[in-house]
Structure formats: structure tokens, C-alpha cells
């Protein structure tokens, strides 16, 4: 062991120093990594807990609400801030800033805002509350104060809150959204639960064929590794649709189980759950096959003969000899596949029906549909803080098996 | 331990290299990159137009495709990434993307002025490449005879029995409802700007939903009906007209409630060609040249002289056809901006219940 207490201290040095050069290599990848994903990963974390497009384009207006207690109307001078900074901010051309942020909060905030701005550019009055007020009665709502409240910044709850279907009311207090509304909750559980079928699926199917790999001669062996890697040439997008020609009502394994006579009507097989875990388990099971075969590879033969010939049966030298030692390399797979399924979200727009939409697809839906990025980064952020802990509790199965 | 080290050294090094590489190959001079949506509308626009702006101005085009989301361009423009030039966008990513600067605002006075063009077409930041719609779609070799006509036939599954594709978005799916629920056209998005319109929408859907199948992508489409998944499907014309023209197919459309759209050109904000990019639009957008277009793609024209120019013929299976006007309904983007966050929300709840 370097640096352990019997060395001597040139060894220490030497092996000092070629930590050193080992760190000045690897140096450049974890540069490249910090630039290049961990930076833009939490910078695009961080719009989920940040409000800054109120405080940007209404700077004096994001001060007085933070200074205001949050009590129904604020009070006219307030108004008059926002009457003089909507105006600036309608020359600027900064108003789609707030009027998205505010639309996100409180629907029809976005035309409120525009309309206000050139109302107020129009001359209508804006010394007070109750001048507001006339330009669109929504002024006089002490909810549409506390939105502003909580978009006042620089900190906000609200798209954490939101990814979970929560909200703060006016008096600041959580609570759920209308049930209508709450979906984020539903999608997530949804995301984890198809992801961990799909492994549970990849782990029944692939286990025997990482076997039969493993135990083949090599001539035999590596075309059929092949075979495995084989979907990896085609796109993603090929296979999907594939799968939907096979599966579809009219498709080819409907006709040959009704040719048979299995089944007396079309079985419904793709734009369900069914059709998702099919293609889904497909697509992903190389990734579990690989790091068992790898595994597997790694075992002697001779074990399991030592097992018989000390009398066990072939099933009990299986799960006594061979099983227990195959479990690093089969939750190493179920891990892998587990968190690529997660963020699956193409595969079950094309082959899921309505209730099979997983939570990447709402973040891909707000990136770049709706621009709402805030909303983005709280689901992404809702999707990580699971998924790390995952991985701790992986990192410990994989360290307690014997090795 | 240190076999292990090694293995991580050796294994940096390639790493770096190619992030080395990576951070300097930028200032290659690259064509004019134009951007569409691929299939046979990119192939369209290509053989109309892109072609012919090379010959005439020896210019070269680069192509590239999206599936659109403005969200891609907000990504390029503050990562500084200048690959795109002119992009075909729809409505709503327009006006979000003109809002915050990604796209430059046109200089109309060199494209004909505002007037040369139908008013939807017209925008700061961008000029109509196509007018297209969303309507009924069929196989005329499953349901024989006149088929269905208007939304209230799509909702009727005793009359045509089977299964209905819809497109899994709240936008055009709640309009629809609407209009089969006997909402006018007019009528449409003042009855959803209220909440017991959105209510009503919703309970007209519930009345259909164990009958859908919900499609993502457009292209999806033309093999729903193929293959008798779908009796009928909310669905672009063009694909199913090519599949007509192209493969034999009988696929038929009924216009009555369609709601119409136009796509439009911009230009990126951080093109390093601007000027090619506008000498580009202006040549997609002569009425001698967009009287080419409906030749490849049944589409609308967004230049009014191309619209009264055109081969009556080519008109027949396009929105710019008085007669494919009966109850139209002109998409409100701006409706979509405001309202796109919450409501699909409330539909992908509903969806799964």
C-alpha cells in the first residue's frame, strides 16, 4: 500500500510522485467533465430553484414585493413601480420575460401583462392599485399580487413545488393542486415502475442467454455475441416501429396466433403498457447481457465440477456455487438498464397509449415546447434525487456479495 | 491498485485528445445551412426551391432537419452554436422565439412589402413557407361510400364503427371536441378561454377516449390507416395525398372543421449569414417560384399573386381552395402560448385515468 507507515520515504516520494503524473493524465478527462457536463447540468438544476425574469425586466418592482408582507392588496406605491417598470419594460421588449414566468404561476397572467403594459402606454393612469384595477379587474385580486409575490425572487419553491403537484395559495400555505392538474406525482411513480419491469424483464430473459454465451466454446460464442449487439446498428427509432409492425392488430403475430387458432379475437399488444415493455425490454437488453457475460465469463468451470463431485445436485451447485457469484454482474446490468430506462421517452410515444408516458417526456416538453425551463429542471431535478440514491444502495448489493 | 491507476491513465488520454479536438475544430466556413422538417415537405421545398436558388445565385444550401420546439434554437443560441441559418418554425415557437431576440426581425420592404402576402403569413420575425391543416383522414378501400364528414361522424362509432387516431396533444384534439360537441368554428377558442369550456371539451373527449389511439408523430399516421388500426384519424393531408399519388393508395379527407396553419421561415439572430439567409427567403417567397411548390405538396400558398396564379388543379387537395373552407378554424397560437403549460397538464392527467 502507498503511503503506508513501513515504507520508506523514498518510496513515499516516488509514489508520490507518480500520483502526481497519474493525476496530471486523468486531469484533462475530469476537466472535460466539469466544463463540459457538470457545469451545464447544475446551471440548468439551478433554473429550478431560481427566479430571476421578474427581478431581470421589473427590478424596483421585485425589491417592494419582497419588502411587502404578502397581505391581500399591497399598497399604492407598489403599484406605482410597476405602472412606470411595465412601461420601460414594454420599450425594452423585456415583458415576455415576466409574462411567461407569471403565466407559468397563473394562467392568462401573459395576455394580463401585455394588455396592462399597453394600456399603460396608451396613458391610462397607473398611480395606484385601484388604476389597475380599471385597466383589467384581475388588479384587484390579492392572488394575482401573491403570484407576483413568488416570482419575486432570487430563491423559489415554486416548480419544486409543482413537480410534486403542489403550490403555495395566497397566504403562502402549501397545497395540492386541483386534482384535474396533478400529474407530475403519477408520471414519476409511472417512470419508476416501467423502468423497473424493464429490467426485471431484461434479467429473466438475458440471464440464460449471458449462459449459454458463457458456457459455449468461442467459435460458437462470439457470432452470438454478435446477434446481441446486432440491435445496437440499427436506430432506436427503426426498431420501435418494427415492433409496432409486428404487434399491431393486423399485424404479423396477431395473424399467426388467429391462423393457429390460439386466440379467437386480435390481442391488444402495442399503444398499451404491453407494446412499451416489449419494445423497451428489447431495446435494452444488450446492456444487461454484456456486463453478466462478462461475469460469467470470469468463473471457472471447475467450480461447479468440485461441486458435484463433492455431491451436490446440479441445481444446488447452481445456486449455491454459480449464482451467488453471477450477482455483481446481474445488478450491475439491472442497474444500467434500470437508468437508461428512466429516461426513456421516445419509445413509449410511439408504442404506448395514453397512460404510458414516462417523466422525460414532459421534460422534453417543456425544454422545448413551452420554454418553460424552470419546470424542466424541477422534474429533472425530481428524476436525479431518486436515482442517486439508487445507485448508493447499488454500490452496496454489488460491495456485500463475496466476491 | 496500481494496475487499476494505469488502466485509468491510459484511459485519459484518448479522453483529453478528443476533448482537445473537440473545443478548436469551429472556425470551418460552412454553406448556408437551411432547416426543415424532412420527408416529403423537405424533399418538396427542396426540389421548388432550394435547387433553383443555387443555379440562379450560386449559392450553396446546406440542409438539415428538426421535428421543431423552440427550445432547440434558445439551446444554440446561448450556447453560441451558429450552425442553423433559416429554419422553417411553427406559430407558436415564432412568437416565443421572437419575444426573446432568437430570430432576426425581417426587413419586409425586400420580400414585397406586408402586402404581398395572405395576413397569417405576415409576421416581425418571420414570412409563411406553407399553409397547412389538420382534418379527417381515411382509407376509402375499409369504409366504402361517402365516409365521414364532420367531427360529430369522427365521434360517431355506431355509424363508423372502430378505432380514431388523434394526435397526444391538447392542441387541436380540445378544438375538435368542441366542434364535434356543435361549437362553431368562431365560437372555438372563446368557449376554451372559459373553464366550463375547457370542461366541456374534456367531457366530450371522455365520451370517445376508450376509441382512440393516440399518435406522436405525424408520420405515424399514413400506416394507422394502412393497416386498419384506425378507422379514421386526425391527420395532415399532404402525407396521405403523396401516399395516394405515390403508392396507390386510397386514403380520403373530409376539410369540414379543419383548423389551418402557417409555417414560417426565420432567420437565427446568431446567423453568421444573414444576408444570404434573406436573399434566400426572398427567392422562396417570389409567387413564381411558390407556384412550384403545390406541384411536389399539396399546401397552401402563403404569396396572394401565387394564390391567384396557381393551376386551379393543384389547388383541390389545399387550404388556399374556397370550397376546403366550410367551418375552418385558423389555429391561435397565441391561445396555445398562454394556455399550453396548464392544459397539458390536464390532459396527460386525463389520459391516464
Known amino acids: 500500500m502507498p503511503g503506508s507507515p513501513i515504507e520508506p520515504a523514498a518510496g513515499r516520494r516516488r509514489s508520490g510522485a507518480k500520483r502526481g503524473w497519474t493525476f496530471a493524465l486523468v486531469a484533462p478527462l475530469l476537466l472535460f467533465l466539469a466544463i463540459g457536463f457538470l457545469a451545464p447540468v447544475l446551471l440548468m438544476m439551478a433554473r429550478g430553484v431560481t427566479d430571476h425574469e421578474l427581478a431581470t425586466a421589473w427590478p424596483l418592482t421585485a425589491e417592494a414585493l419582497r419588502e411587502w408582507d404578502g397581505r391581500g ?27 411567461n414566468r407569471l403565466n407559468y404561476d397563473r394562467v392568462g397572467s401573459r395576455s394580463l401583462v401585455y394588455a396592462t403594459a399597453a394600456a399603460i402606454e396608451e396613458g391610462a393612469p397607473a398611480e395606484s392599485v385601484a388604476d389597475l384595477a380599471r385597466i383589467d379587474p384581475r388588479w384587484g385580486e390579492p392572488a394575482q399580487w401573491a403570484t407576483m409575490r413568488h416570482a419575486a425572487g432570487p430563491l423559489t419553491s415554486f416548480y419544486l413545488l409543482a413537480s410534486v403537484d403542489r403550490r403555495l395559495n395566497a397566504d403562502g400555505r402549501i397545497e395540492r393542486v386541483e386534482p384535474e392538474q396533478a400529474v407530475f406525482v403519477e408520471i414519476l411513480l409511472r417512470t419508476f415502475k416501467i423502468s423497473a419491469v424493464v429490467a426485471l424483464l431484461c434479467a429473466l430473459l438475458g440471464y440464460p442467454v449471458a449462459y449459454l454465451l458463457a458456457s459455449l466454446p468461442a467459435r460458437w460464442a462470439n457470432p452470438l455475441l454478435i446477434l446481441v449487439l446486432l440491435p445496437f446498428w440499427t436506430s432506436a427509432l427503426v426498431r420501435t416501429t418494427a415492433w409496432v409492425v409486428l404487434l399491431q392488430t393486423e399485424g404479423v403475430l396477431n395473424n399467426l396466433l388467429l391462423d393457429v387458432g390460439l386466440i379467437e ?20 437488453l444488450p446492456f444487461l447481457v454484456l456486463p453478466l457475460y462478462g461475469v460469467m465469463k470470469s468463473i471457472p468451470a471447475a467450480e461447479m465440477r ?9 441445481a444446488a451447485a447452481f445456486l449455491k456455487v454459480y449464482f451467488p457469484q453471477t450477482v455483481p454482474g446481474l445488478a450491475a446490468g439491472m442497474i444500467i438498464v434500470f437508468t437508461l430506462a428512466l429516461g426513456y421517452y421516445i419509445t413509449p410515444a410511439l408504442v404506448g397509449g395514453g397512460g404510458d408516458q414516462m417523466l422525460s417526456g414532459s421534460i422534453a416538453f417543456y425544454t422545448n415546447q413551452t420554454l418553460n425551463w424552470g419546470m424542466a429542471a424541477a422534474l429533472s431535478l425530481l428524476l436525479l434525487l431518486p436515482l442517486a440514491l439508487m445507485l448508493f444502495a447499488g454500490r452496496y448489493l454489488v460491495r456485500t456479495v463475496p466476491a | 491498485m496500481t494496475g487499476l491507476r494505469r488502466l485509468l491513465a491510459w484511459l485519459a488520454l484518448p479522453a483529453a485528445l478528443i476533448g482537445l479536438t473537440g473545443c478548436s475544430g469551429e472556425s470551418e466556413p460552412r454553406p448556408l445551412t437551411v432547416v426543415g422538417w424532412g420527408g416529403s415537405s423537405q424533399e418538396a421545398h427542396r426540389r421548388a426551391y432550394w435547387q433553383s436558388f ?10 438539415d ?46 420580400l414585397g412589402g406586408r402586402d404581398a402576402f395572405i395576413p397569417t403569413a405576415v409576421h416581425d420575425c418571420g414570412v409563411g413557407a406553407m399553409l397547412w391543416s389538420y382534418l379527417i383522414g381515411w382509407d376509402g378501400d375499409r369504409i366504402e361510400g361517402p365516409g365521414p364528414r364532420t367531427w360529430a361522424d369522427f365521434w360517431d362509432v355506431e355509424r363508423f364503427p372502430g378505432r380514431r387516431g388523434m394526435r397526444r396533444t391538447p392542441k387541436y384534439t380540445l378544438e375538435f371536441a368542441l366542434m364535434a360537441d356543435g361549437v362553431p368554428a368562431s365560437q372555438v377558442y372563446p368557449t376554451l378561454r372559459t373553464p366550463a369550456g375547457i370542461d366541456r371539451a374534456f367531457r366530450k373527449l371522455d365520451a370517445l377516449k376508450p376509441n382512440v389511439v393516440w399518435w406522436s408523430s405525424i408520420s405515424q399516421v399514413p400506416d394507422l390507416l394502412g393497416s386498419g388500426e384506425v378507422a379514421m384519424s386526425v391527420t395532415s393531408p399532404g402525407r ?8 396507390g393508395r386510397n386514403f380520403r379527407v373530409s376539410w369540414d ?6 409555417d414560417y421561415w426565420v432567420i437565427l439572430s446568431n446567423s453568421p449569414r444573414k444576408a444570404e439567409a434573406a436573399q434566400l427567403l426572398r427567392h422562396m417567397t417570389l409567387p413564381e417560384n411558390q407556384m412550384r411548390l403545390p ?56 389520459l391516464a385515468h
Open chain 1, 73 to 99: 392588496l399591497p399598497d399604492d406605491g407598489l403599484a406605482r413601480i410597476l405602472g412606470t417598470e411595465m412601461r420601460a419594460s414594454r420599450q425594452a421588449a423585456t415583458l415576455n420575460l415576466v409574462a
Open chain 2, 257 to 262: 372543421g379543419n383548423i389551418y396553419a402557417v
Open chain 1, 306 to 314: 468440485a461441486a458435484s463431485s463433492l455431491g451436490a445436485t446440479p
Open chain 2, 65 to 110: 432537419t428538426w421535428h421543431g420546439g423552440v427550445g432547440v434554437i434558445r439551446t444554440k443560441v446561448l450556447g453560441g452554436d451558429t450552425s442553423w441559418d433559416v429554419v422553417q418554425v411553427e406559430t407558436e415557437d415564432l412568437i416565443l422565439g421572437c419575444e426573446e431576440g432568437l430570430f432576426e426581425p425581417l426587413e419586409w420592404s425586400s
Open chain 2, 295 to 350: 406541384q411536389y405538396i399539396p399546401t397552401g400558398l402563403t404569396s396572394r399573386r401565387a394564390g391567384e396564379l396557381i393551376d386551379p388543379r393543384l389547388r383541390l387537395d389545399t387550404p388556399s381552395d374556397p370550397n376546403n373552407m366550410t367551418n375552418a378554424l385558423e389555429l391561435d397560437a397565441n391561445f396555445w402560448v398562454e394556455y399550453g403549460d396548464q392544459l397539458t397538464q390536464r390532459f396527460n392527467a386525463w
Open chain 1, 265 to 284: 379475437a386480435p390481442l391488444a399488444l402495442v399503444y398499451n403498457r404491453i407494446g412499451v415493455y416489449i419494445a423497451m425490454t428489447h431495446v435494452l
Open chain 2, 240 to 247: 396521405l395525398i403523396v401516399a395516394n399519388r405515390t403508392e
Open chain 2, 54 to 63: 443555387t443555379r440562379a445565385t450560386g449559392i450553396r444550401l446546406q440542409e
